[in-house]
Structures are given as structure tokens and as C-alpha cells.
């Protein structure tokens, strides 16, 4: 059993967790923080990628629209290179209701949302796919937002400042001593090593798995898990965020993320914090109500179908019971308050465009616990610095303009380190994802992460296998590099089949289409050119 | 009028069309491009022929044995450097991993396992989608008792485009193989390993150079002069990945075959659907003719005799719409076997959409799966478009395709 010491331990690799690993080093503070999975495998990328203006919150929830606003503007200035500042348009359809349009309208001025009409012609013009049913189109300052980036660039500037994280480390229990929480038992889930975590405080963040977590204890925290259900569909079908102006439902948003644009969401509640499955009802659901803004939804292809848990606070006030009548705001339990247990906080609720703030409230919370007066700098400092301007010149020399400037999104401080070796050997400059721009060297350079144990990690890092052959060339390309990261042939083979697993799950909701004949074209291809076993039918 | 008109130019649809003019037959080929035969790995798999046959309904239960033996030699007329065995042949995937086929260019079987020898892994410079370490290694693990060794080649043609860290495809260097200038190019590397081998007094041992995507098959002897026979070295072939070097040239040389035998060839033309009516002594149905849109126009081709060859699923001639709400043959709009559970959670798994396709009678004529009777019968299914198989987890895709096509070209 490895003993380690810290002040703090924050449990869950998500935004709120590793926002809040990042607050505590700015301010000085040691902290561990332990993560069951990789980075950003829950809700954090489970979602449809946008940050919000608080538009969306604009007439139910004057709170949460003011929060979001002040976090989309403090978001865009400290992670712009996680952010593509597309804007949003608020569409208002005929048949929508005219009241809720002129609340819409106060409740953004209240908040402070910037609101610009875009006459319905120039919208038209703009936006081609959009329904010729909208009447009015209001622009805000809607953006979108990679979670996985934007959790890799927190830990990352964290651990610059004495941070540390462990992915794969799952806690097992919480250590009490007379009352008191005074740390945690975790296993390393790729070494089976227990650790035994001392701490002053632990924090739980673990977003769906928050009620799990405290449950170890006998305690309990009442969050709603609610699941939402999204597809993506192969092209970038807007270049700017869509809603639908009338109260926040169902299938009303759509989100274009580099080339194929995400499309949602559902709200059921479930029992499981990781029941991620997308059920048949679901997709048509979500396609019948796309057509209000896409009329020619059917004509687009969608590749996957996935879903995130959001972990909805249900305060004891809450008397609706639909998902979307629970408040999205979030909650900060201290347990010593609540339950008489020492040394616990639990952060509940939220979003991810709030994600910051949440972090902010809990590290002050730790801050005067224990005493550290140093201030919050997470709204001011930026997650990273910019690439230098030689090494963009040097990187478009290298690769050409367009996939150089993607991988220097990507990568951003991190793409020094990939334009050298891509000096020294050009050949590395080669596709990997040809979708994505992801080059030979930037896939050997996340390999070298030792946070990438597996190739989905390194999808979650690269974006391989997330464009529109989902994985069907990458994961072949990829092939030498997961050898030389992996060992042997039978490892390589076991991930390529665990990705593709991953790949089809996401796929078998949605398999119809072009769709259906790409994936028809991936088993001619794993099956018959490169000549994989087929697997045994389960019946 | 034509005796038939094939509609789709895949594997199934050229050896239905040229078998057809080789019988004398008037027969039109009509196809929107190349098909699937952009994937072909140059290996036509049977599978498991006699327990497939028993599978109920499986195609293959449509032919006898002899018909499907008539189909493999007709392959081995077409491209005499196929060769089969009463037992699988194994070749190498582009991985170097080994693999199971039936019927096989001879330059891509596999030597022995049981002997010794040493591989030389000839590595043409910046090939595309070629990893030669991990094909060293899987050779390594696969022959055991065999030596494994790396050479590069460069070609003057490519030599400033890899500079800059361009890859080249396999298509791209199988044209400098079938070229004088690559063939000379291979003939010197090779010439040099044999001296390098014999000046270390290796000269005993057997030595194979190993090469991905020669393609030294399906040389029209009327058009350009075939590749040249023999190297001072055994050379082993690799079977291709896509885009396929295997599957262009053999596309290529099948039009020609095609042509060279008198058919007529439309391409860019997508068969769009059909008039037809009911013959007066029955209630099924005879095909007249074939509507196509070709650049925008209609053209209505008459012919005695249809063949059905668009390619299932993967090849367009089956469409699924969404949320699987329309599932359609597009040119006859026939009646289709639809599974009723659609797809398996394993990736790799038998899928029953697989399964999808068009039912037949013995002639591979269309049936109504509700009452089982004969939908047209001048109308003949082959290769994808049947029900009832699974061409990657059976292996059996280029065994369907070719004994349907050719079957189905015994029936005009």
C-alpha cells in the first residue's frame, strides 16, 4: 500500500475537478486529485459542446443566465484555444409563442446578454439549412468549447503549479477517523496498488457518481441523474450555435464542433450514473423534433448517437419532477454542516460553461478552512500561453496552412515539441486522421503522455476516431505507433477491437444510411482486407 | 435489344457480362463506376463451401457443386496466374499477418512454415498506409523458423515527393512496377540482395523477397506487355489494402476482357428503375426495359434478359433510409428479406443486416418472400444483392459473387 500525504483531495476528473485542482495550486494549496476513468469520460464530454450565453436560461432562471454570461466572457479570454467563438442564434418559428419571445428579450437584458436581431433574409443567406419557418433570429454570444481540451489544459496548468492528478485510480472508500473524513483508499486501477490518500480535506466531485461517493460513508446527496441523449451528424451543418427561441425542450440546439456538428438533447432520469445507452426511441425523438429547424434533416447523415449523465441538484425545494424543472444551478454541501462529518464538501449540479465559478466557490470554502488567504486568479490567468509566432510559421511551412493551424489549436503551448521532430523527419508529417488533420507526429507525442494508457485515451487526446470514418482508417494508421506504445501485437489487436467496440456502440443507433454503408465498408475492411477473426455471434 | 443487360459493374456484374458475350450473347453493362472493387484485397475467398451450402437458404445452396467449380476455373481462364487448392491457401494481409483464401495469384502464396529461410521485406520508399516494422515483426511471429530482414527502394520518380514528406500510394507505385522503368528498378534491388546474400555465403538458404502490391496479374497482352516473369529471387506478394492497386488493375482488365468479347459498355449511368408488365399466361411479370439516367438524360434500354448486380448495401443497390423507415432496392423495387433484429453488439460479430437482400428461385430469379412466388422472370439476382450471407464473417464474398455471376450468365 502506497501512503501518500496532500491537503487536498478532489475526487472526479471532470471541469469541476479539475477547475478545482487548478484554483487550489494557484493559490498554493498541495492537492491530489484521483479519477476513475481518463480525464473528461463522464458528463464533461458527454455533452453537445456549447458554451452557453445564458440565453438559454434567459426567462426561467435569471440566476444561471447572469452566471453563464460572466463565465462565457471570463472562458473566452482565459481557454480561447478550447473555445471557437462562433456565436448562437436564437431562432423564433412561426407556430412559436410570441409571449415568450418578449420575456426572452427582458430576461437577456436583466442578465446582461448581448442580443442583436439578424434580419430573417440575411439569416437565410448565412445559414442555409435553417428552417424557412423562422420568422426572427436573435444573435448571442453563444461559443463552442472541446471539454476534452479544456480539462487536458486545466490539469496541465495545474500541474505547472505544484497540481497533481491520477487517472485510472478509483476510490474505494472514504477514511474516517472519530467522525472525520481524513482522506481517502483508492486502488490504481492499471496496477492494482491501493493507496491510502491523507488529506485535510477531500472534496467530492464526481458529477454523477457524486451520491456513490458520499454513500461509502452512509451519507447521502441528492442529485437526479439525468440522461441526455445526443447524435452527430457528419458535416458542419451551421456555422454558428441554433436554438429554438420558446422554453428549453427537447432537440433544440444544435452545436457545429470542427467538421461534424452535434445535435440534442433528450432528458430522461436514470438510475445508473453511467447508463450511457441510446435507445431507438430516443433517436427518432430527437430527429422529428430536429426538423422544426432543419427541414431537410433526413437528407444528413448521422454517424453516432451518445449520451451523458447530467447530475442534476435536486434541492430539498424541488417539487417538479421533470428533469428540465430541476435547477441547473449548482450546490456546495459542506457535510459537516448537513451530516456532522468533518472534512467533506460535495459539489453538485452545475454546467460545464459554469464550471469555473463552481471550482472558485468550493476552493474559497477549502481556502478558509484551511486558512490561505491568497485569492482566486482563476478568472484572470490564462489556462495557457499562445504558441510563439516562429513556431506557427514553421508549423505551416511544415504542413501547410490548414492542418497546421489545427494542430497548433490542438496543442497549443504543447506544439513546439511536434513542429521540431516534424523538422527532423517530414514523413511523420503523414495523416494519421485524415478528418481531423492529425498527423503521425502529434499522435507520437500524446503516446508519450503517461496519462495515455489506451487507444481511447488517446482518441479523447487527438480526436482520432471521432471524425466521420470513426476510426475506420485512423485506427489502421495508427497501427506502428500503438505497437511501439503498447508492446506487443495481441495488445495492439485487443485495443484496436476495444476501440472500434467503442466506435460501433455509439454507431448501432443510429445505423441506417450512408452510415450503415461505412460501416459495412469497416468490416469489409477489418474482416477481410487486413483478415481479423471474426467474432462469435452472442446467440 | 439486348439477349441481357447487366445492371452494376462489381465482381458479380463483369463475370455475369463478359461470360454472357463469351456465350455469343448481345449483352450491355451499365454501372454508375467501379463498384467494390476498389477494396479488393486480390484474393477471392470461398469459405467453408459444403456447410455453407446446408445453411438454409444461404446462396451457395442455389448452385451445384459443379456450377461453383465452373466459376473458379472461369476465373483461373480470365487470369491464368490464379491458382487453387483442395485445402486453403494462406498470403499475406498488408499487416504481414497471414491469412486464409481460395483462390489466389500464385505470387501471393504463402512458402511453408515448416522450412527454413530468410524474408526479405522489400520497403518501396514513402508507401502509404505500409508499416514495415510491423510487418517485419509479424512475419517473425508467424515464420518462425524464418530470418526477417528490411531493404528500401527508392524510385527516381517519387524520390523529390517523399523528400517533402509525402506519402505515395500502392496504386501510384503498382504503375511504376507494371512499368519497363520499375520493372528494371526491381530487377537491380533484387540482383543486389541475391549478391549481398552470397557474399555473406547465404546462398543456400532460401531467400524470398517479399514486395506489397506488384500486382503482376491481369496483363492484357493485346494492350501492354506483361510483367516480367521471372527476378534471380522468389518474389512474394502482398495482398493489397485500399485503395486497391489489385482492384484497379483487375477492374481495368475485366472491361477490357468485356469489350475485347463484344459487349457494350455504358458507364456513369445509373439504372433508375423499369417498365414492365405482366406476360398474358401468368401473373408474373416480364421486364421490357431498363430506364437510366445518364448525364442528366433518360435513355429506356430494351433487352431480353436482366442481371441485378448492385452490390447490396455496401455497394448502393440496397438503400436504407433513415430510422429504417424506407429499405429499398433501387432499380426493380423488389421485395426485400429484412431481418428482424438488425444489428449484433460486437463489432466484429456476424451482423444479421447483413443478411439483407433479394430471395430467388434456382434461375436467381426475384421472389415475393410473403407468398414465395416469382416477382419477374426475366430478372436475375446476383452476388451482394442475394439474401441470406455474410461475405466477411463467412468468407465466401468473391466465391458468391463469381458463381452467381457466372451462373446467372449460363441462363441468357
Excluded at chain 1, 491568497?374 to 490548414?402: F, I, S
Excluded at chain 1, 472500434?500 to 443510429?510: A, N
Aim: one cysteine or more; a negative charge; aromatic letters at 8%.
Amino acid at each position: 500500500m502506497r501512503q501518500i500525504d496532500t491537503q487536498v483531495v478532489v475526487i472526479g476528473g471532470g471541469a469541476t475537478g479539475v477547475g478545482i485542482l487548478r484554483d487550489l495550486s494557484l493559490r498554493g494549496i498541495p492537492a491530489l486529485l484521483l479519477e476513475q476513468g481518463d480525464l473528461a469520460h463522464g458528463t464533461s464530454s458527454r455533452f453537445h459542446g456549447l458554451l452557453h450565453s445564458g440565453g438559454r436560461y434567459a426567462v426561467k432562471d435569471d440566476k444561471a443566465a447572469q452566471e453563464c454570461i460572466e463565465e462565457n466572457k471570463i472562458l473566452k479570454h482565459i481557454a480561447a484555444h478550447c473555445i471557437e467563438d462562433t456565436s448562437g442564434w436564437f431562432v423564433f418559428l412561426k407556430e412559436d409563442d410570441p409571449n415568450y419571445l418578449q420575456l426572452w428579450i427582458k430576461g437577456c437584458a436583466q442578465a446582461g446578454i448581448l442580443v442583436e436581431e439578424v434580419p430573417v433574409e440575411e439569416a437565410f443567406r448565412l445559414e442555409p439549412l435553417l428552417t424557412r419557418q423562422a420568422t426572427r433570429v436573435f444573435e448571442v454570444p453563444d461559443a463552442t468549447v472541446d471539454g476534452f481540451k479544456l480539462l487536458w489544459a486545466n490539469v496541465k496548468s495545474a500541474e505547472k503549479f505544484g497540481g497533481t492528478f491520477r487517472t485510472y485510480c478509483k476510490v474505494q472508500s472514504l477514511w474516517l477517523e472519530e467522525g472525520q473524513v481524513v482522506g481517502v483508499y483508492a486502488e490504481d486501477l492499471s496496477t492494482g496498488e491501493i493507496l491510502q490518500v491523507r488529506s485535510k480535506i477531500v472534496v467530492n466531485a464526481a458529477g454523477p457518481w457524486s451520491s456513490e461517493i458520499v454513500a461509502m460513508s452512509g451519507l447521502d446527496v441528492h442529485i437526479q441523474k439525468d440522461k441526455g441523449a445526443l447524435l452527430v451528424f457528419n458535416q458542419r451543418m451551421f456555422n454558428r450555435v441554433i436554438n429554438r427561441l420558446r422554453p428549453p425542450g427537447d432537440g433544440d440546439i444544435f452545436v457545429p464542433h470542427e467538421t461534424v456538428t452535434i445535435f440534442g438533447t433528450t432528458s430522461h432520469w436514470v438510475e445508473l450514473p453511467d447508463d450511457h445507452q441510446v435507445d431507438d426511441q430516443d433517436v427518432k425523438y430527437l430527429i422529428a423534433t430536429g426538423r422544426d429547424l432543419v427541414e431537410e434533416l433526413d437528407q444528413h447523415r448521422i454517424v453516432r448517437a451518445f449520451a451523458g449523465i447530467r447530475p442534476l441538484y435536486e434541492s430539498v425545494d424541488a417539487l417538479d419532477h421533470e428533469g428540465r424543472g430541476v435547477s441547473r444551478n449548482f450546490a456546495l454541501i459542506d457535510h459537516e454542516k448537513k451530516d456532522g462529518v468533518g472534512g467533506l464538501v460535495s459539489i453538485v449540479g452545475g454546467k460545464l460553461t459554469t464550471y469555473r465559478l463552481m471550482a472558485e466557490k468550493v476552493t474559497d470554502w477549502v481556502a478558509a478552512k484551511l486558512k490561505v488567504p491568497t485569492k482566486c486568479r482563476t478568472a484572470e490567468e490564462p489556462l495557457q500561453n499562445d504558441p510563439a509566432p516562429e513556431v506557427w510559421d514553421k508549423a505551416r511551412r511544415l504542413l501547410g496552412a490548414a492542418a497546421a493551424d489545427k494542430m497548433l489549436e490542438r496543442l497549443n503551448e504543447q506544439a513546439g515539441a511536434v513542429v521540431e521532430t516534424l523538422a527532423r523527419q517530414p514523413l511523420l508529417g503523414q495523416f494519421v486522421c485524415e478528418c481531423e488533420m492529425v498527423t503521425q507526429a502529434e499522435v507520437l507525442h500524446a503516446l508519450q503522455d503517461p496519462a495515455v494508457h489506451s487507444l481511447d485515451d488517446l482518441r479523447r487526446q487527438t480526436r482520432l476516431g471521432m471524425g466521420t470514418c470513426q476510426g475506420t482508417y485512423c485506427t489502421y494508421r495508427a497501427t506502428p505507433m500503438l505497437q511501439e506504445a503498447f508492446g506487443s501485437w495481441e495488445r495492439t489487436v485487443k485495443e484496436y477491437q476495444i476501440l472500434l467496440g467503442e466506435r460501433w456502440r455509439g454507431i448501432t443507433p443510429v445505423l441506417w444510411g450512408e452510415q450503415l454503408r461505412e460501416s459495412e465498408l469497416a468490416r469489409a475492411l477489418f474482416l477481410n482486407v487486413l483478415g481479423f477473426e471474426a467474432a462469435e455471434s452472442e446467440e | 435489344m439486348w439477349d441481357a443487360v447487366v445492371v452494376g459493374g462489381g465482381l458479380a456484374g463483369w463475370i455475369a457480362g463478359i461470360r454472357a458475350a463469351q456465350r455469343g450473347k448481345k449483352v450491355l453493362l451499365v454501372t454508375e463506376g467501379v463498384g467494390t472493387l476498389f477494396y479488393f484485397s486480390g484474393i477471392f475467398d470461398y469459405g467453408d463451401v459444403e456447410r455453407l451450402c446446408r445453411l438454409p437458404k444461404h446462396p451457395y445452396s442455389l448452385f451445384k457443386a459443379q456450377v461453383i467449380a465452373q466459376g473458379k476455373r472461369f476465373i483461373q481462364e480470365l487470369c491464368p496466374e490464379y491458382v487453387t487448392k483442395d485445402v486453403p491457401q494462406s498470403a499475406l494481409t498488408v499487416l504481414g499477418t497471414v491469412r486464409q483464401g481460395d483462390l489466389m495469384p500464385r505470387s501471393m502464396v504463402l512458402p511453408n512454415r515448416q522450412e527454413q529461410g530468410k524474408f526479405v521485406l522489400l520497403v518501396p520508399e514513402g508507401l502509404k498506409d505500409f508499416f514495415p516494422e510491423i510487418v517485419a515483426d509479424n512475419l517473425a511471429r508467424e515464420f518462425p523458423g524464418w530470418q526477417v530482414s528490411v531493404k528500401r527502394i527508392q524510385v527516381a520518380a517519387f524520390a523529390e515527393w517523399t523528400r517533402l514528406g509525402k506519402g505515395v500510394t500502392s496504386i501510384d507505385y503498382a504503375s511504376i512496377w507494371r512499368s519497363e522503368e520499375g520493372q528494371s528498378a526491381l530487377t537491380r534491388e533484387i540482383e543486389e540482395i541475391q549478391r549481398g546474400s552470397q557474399a555473406v555465403g547465404e546462398a543456400s538458404s532460401k531467400l524470398v523477397v517479399v514486395l506489397p502490391s506488384l500486382v503482376r496479374e491481369y496483363f492484357d497482352s493485346s494492350r501492354s506487355k506483361p510483367c516480367k516473369h521471372e527476378f534471380s529471387l522468389p518474389v512474394l506478394e502482398m495482398s493489397s489494402f485500399v485503395p486497391s492497386p489489385h482492384g484497379r488493375y483487375f477492374a481495368e482488365y475485366l472491361k477490357h476482357r468485356f469489350i475485347d468479347l463484344g459487349g457494350e459498355l455504358m458507364i456513369g449511368a445509373r439504372a433508375v428503375g423499369i417498365n414492365g408488365e405482366s406476360s398474358s399466361e401468368s401473373r408474373v411479370k416480364a421486364c421490357q426495359e431498363l430506364v437510366v439516367d445518364s448525364m442528366g438524360k433518360s435513355l429506356y434500354l430494351k433487352g431480353k434478359e436482366f442481371i441485378l448486380a448492385t452490390g447490396g448495401l455496401l455497394g448502393g443497390g440496397i438503400k436504407v433510409g433513415i430510422a429504417r423507415k424506407t429499405i429499398r432496392e433501387g432499380v426493380f423495387d423488389l421485395p426485400l428479406f429484412v431481418p428482424e433484429k438488425w444489428s449484433e453488439p460486437q463489432f466484429l460479430a456476424p451482423q444479421p443486416f447483413a443478411q439483407i437482400g433479394v430471395e430467388t428461385d434456382e434461375l436467381m430469379c426475384p421472389l415475393d418472400p410473403a407468398g414465395g412466388q416469382v416477382v419477374w422472370e426475366n430478372v436475375h439476382v446476383v452476388g451482394r444483392m442475394l439474401a441470406h450471407w455474410d461475405p466477411w464473417t463467412q468468407r465466401c464474398g468473391g466465391g458468391v459473387s463469381v458463381t452467381s455471376g457466372y451462373a446467372a450468365a449460363e441462363l441468357i
